[in-house]
């Protein structure tokens, strides 16, 4: 039989043995569980903030693609919240690899798999915010020509789709792996 290939890049979601507990706590209940708040609603609020930050840097992209917007106010919008998402997003997986991910695996073994490709992702996903990093230092590199710093934007604009496209996955399977786990063992002082 041949092996399921889990990389960010190529994964549509978690293998089902791996959604056990997102089964039993779906992603529409979650808000209703007496167990929501704290550290779940915490968890994803941080999640809808890199959400919300790769939208916004995709419109203010396009609104210099169209014209919309002057490079020259797109650079320090791009400076501070590209670095926002940059520094937010190291930050994250940082205490979830040290903290979060070891604790939670040992909660419940049936996902503790999960709990490495997710590490995995985070590899991947440096990568990938490495990426991320030179192309939008190229777009603020050209900001004093409108013509370069348009055309630094397009390639930045396609880095961004596929960077986003990435995290959504990694952020999806995450919540879909972590929350469950939080919800069903609030014995644990997680949440």
Do not use: C
Not at 21 to 37: I, N, S, T, V
Not at 159 to 169: A, C, D, Q, W
Request: charged share 30%; glycine share 8%; net charge negative.
């Amino acid at each position: 039989m041949d092996e399921i290939d889990l990389t960010l890049a190529n994964r549509d979601g978690l293998p089902e043995p791996l959604r056990v507990l997102y089964r039993d706590y779906p992603r529409e209940a979650w808000e209703l569980h007496p167990e929501f708040g704290g550290l779940v609603r915490f968890w994803l609020e941080r999640h809808m903030m890199f959400r919300k930050l790769m939208e916004m840097l995709q419109e203010d992209t396009q609104s210099v693609l169209d014209r919309r917007m002057d490079p020259a106010a797109y650079a320090p919008r791009l400076a501070r919240f590209g670095g926002m998402l940059v520094n937010q997003l190291h930050g994250h997986h940082q205490i979830e690899d040290v903290h979060y991910f070891p604790v939670l695996a040992g909660l419940d073994r049936r996902i503790a798999t999960g709990f490495d490709i997710l590490d995995k992702d985070h590899q991947a996903l440096d990568g990938i915010i490495e990426r991320f990093t030179v192309a939008a230092n190229g777009v603020l590199q050209a900001a004093g020509s409108d013509a370069a710093a348009r055309e630094k934007s397009a390639g930045f604009l396609t880095e961004l789709r596929s960077f986003e496209r990435m995290l959504n996955r990694h952020l999806n399977d995450e919540e879909e792996l972590v929350v469950p786990v939080i919800l069903s063992h609030p014995e644990a002082g997680l949440g």
